[in-house]
């Protein structure tokens, strides 16, 4: 006997994504056997930009995502500055890794208290009350004194985040998009005063991560240590790298690479291709390299199931996202699993705020942000960047001074893809394949492995009625041979 289990919607992810899994026993232990995650909603943004002025790109697209649209400013940005060409100021190179990292701060401290905490923790007679209600509980969850001071953590998480966002809208303008991010580098110039603004903030972050969020990360490691089994996936790891440390992005702060098949790689963008097979666009949008990508909806096309690509490496699934840049960077390499990719995130954290606190020490108040430039005729390039979920990449084609081309490979599209052309599963499908299940009204154990990819679709909001009993997640338990 077979058993679907569909979680629809999944909630504490960004967007709309809907999860299915036949759930079966084998060899005594019942677990996944098959798994589809569909994302649920097309957006377009390829489409919106073609025969926009190429400047309109980069704060056009920082609305793919209202949760790391920095990440998309900076990844047109670099694509734009390859088109023109142009060699951004030192300075802004330096104010827009000063913007990312508290994006990356702000998302990263999202995901480990907001989005991935409550499925270990028990908030029963805690949280007694909408949004932490319903929620799903399991024997295994953390209780008593711990998951009062998690939550307690919980809490004062919402207030981190909050100067996060304060501290990068110093050089930013106003977060969470950025108005500073520009081809040549960036428009608001350096000040002193906003050196020692974004200090004092950071100062406080770097010590709520080292003195907080890492003992709880540790806490959750040593209750939950036997998901270092769980949701490994398909093992095969790459990044983009992120934070140039020159202008001319030579040298990263989390470097370039892969790991595949258990050996460590280089990255090419001419290995990359987009399938469309189990996907809602028409064959010609299918096997094509993302520089000549095409992006045409089929939305009642037979067999497909989601909205996202299947980007693939020289036809190979990748998993993208901190764990992958922790381990290509060589600073985690424990496992790939559920709790890897939760602990990396943390580990990640750390590693860059304390990297932030050096970047305002090379900053020259006063100095020059951006390098003059014009809009050229036409023009090819790729901004190869990470997200905090993963490897962004944004490709550009500029003809009679407007965007001919453009394409975006988010993170989540390389993590949630559906099945490609092969009939290989993506890298989430194939991390929830295998996945123990104990009880099929309360599958916690598929939202642990879900979360701990931290998928973002796109920008939604989730309402709330009080003294409604709204429907927060939804489970539909079908049982058929």
């Known amino acids: 006997m077979a058993t679907t289990i569909s979680v629809s919607p999944m909630t504490r992810v960004e967007g709309h994504l809907d999860i299915e899994t036949t759930v079966e026993t084998v060899n005594g232990v019942q677990q996944v056997i098959d798994a589809r995650a569909a994302g649920q909603m097309f957006r377009g943004f390829e489409r919106i930009l073609t025969g926009r002025a190429p400047r309109d790109a980069v704060n056009l697209t920082q609305r793919i995502c209202g949760v790391c649209p920095i990440s998309h400013g900076m990844a047109s940005s670099l694509a734009l500055e390859q088109a023109f060409p142009v060699v951004p100021a030192e300075n802004g190179r330096i104010v827009r890794n000063l913007v990312l990292g508290a994006n990356y701060i702000q998302s990263h401290i999202l995901h480990f208290y907001h989005l991935a905490a409550p499925d270990y923790i028990n908030t029963d007679g805690i949280l007694d009350m909408s949004p932490w209600r319903p929620h799903l509980t399991a024997p295994d969850m953390v209780t008593g004194a711990t998951a009062v001071a998690l939550v307690t953590n919980y809490v004062n998480a919402l207030a981190m985040r909050r100067k996060a966002h304060q501290m990068g809208a110093i050089f930013a303008g106003h977060m969470p998009t950025a108005v500073n991010f520009v081809p040549g580098g960036a428009t608001k110039p350096v000040k002193a005063a906003d050196v020692t603004a974004f200090r004092a903030l950071l100062t406080e972050l770097r010590s709520f991560i080292t003195n907080v969020m890492l003992p709880d990360g540790e806490a959750v490691l040593s209750v939950f240590g036997s998901y270092a089994n769980i949701g490994k996936g398909c093992g095969n790891l790459l990044a ?16 370039r690479g892969r790991y595949t098949n258990g050996a460590l790689g280089t990255v090419d963008t001419t290995q990359i291709r987009e399938y469309v097979a189990h996907s809602w666009y028409t064959p010609a949008s299918g096997n094509l390299s993302p520089a000549t990508g095409v992006t045409e909806p089929a939305a009642d096309k037979a ?24 381990w290509v960077n060589g600073d985690y390499r424990f496992g790939i699993s559920a709790i890897d990719r939760i602990v990396a995130r943390v580990l990640e954290a750390e590693k860059v705020a304390n990297a932030m606190d050096g970047w305002l020490n090379q900053l020259v108040p006063g100095a020059a942000v951006y390098t003059q430039n014009t809009t050229p005729v036409s023009g090819t390039g790729i901004g190869l960047t ?50 123990p299940v104990r009880d099929l009204q309360n599958p916690i154990e598929l939202l642990r492995v879900v979360h701990s990819f931290d998928p973002c679709l796109s920008c939604s909001v989730h309402l709330v009625r009080p003294g409604k009993n709204a429907e927060i997640c939804r489970v539909d338990v079908k049982t058929g041979i």
Do not use: C
Not at 240 to 255: H, I, N, P
Not at 401 to 409: A, D, E, G
């Open 240 to 255: 983009y790298g992120v934070f140039d440390l020159d202008s001319a992005g030579s040298t990263k702060l989390l470097a």
């Open 386 to 435: 990470e997200a905090p979920r993963g490897a962004l990449g944004h490709w550009v084609q500029i003809g009679n001074s407007k965007l001919t081309q453009y394409q975006i490979v988010s993170p989540t599209g390389w993590n949630a893809s559906p099945m490609d052309d092969a009939g290989q599963h993506g890298a989430m499908e194939q991390a929830l394949i295998g996945t």
């Open 303 to 326: 067999g497909a199931y989601s909205w996202l690509k299947a980007p693939r490496y020289q036809g190979v699934v990748h998993e993208v996202g901190p764990l992958a840049r922790m």
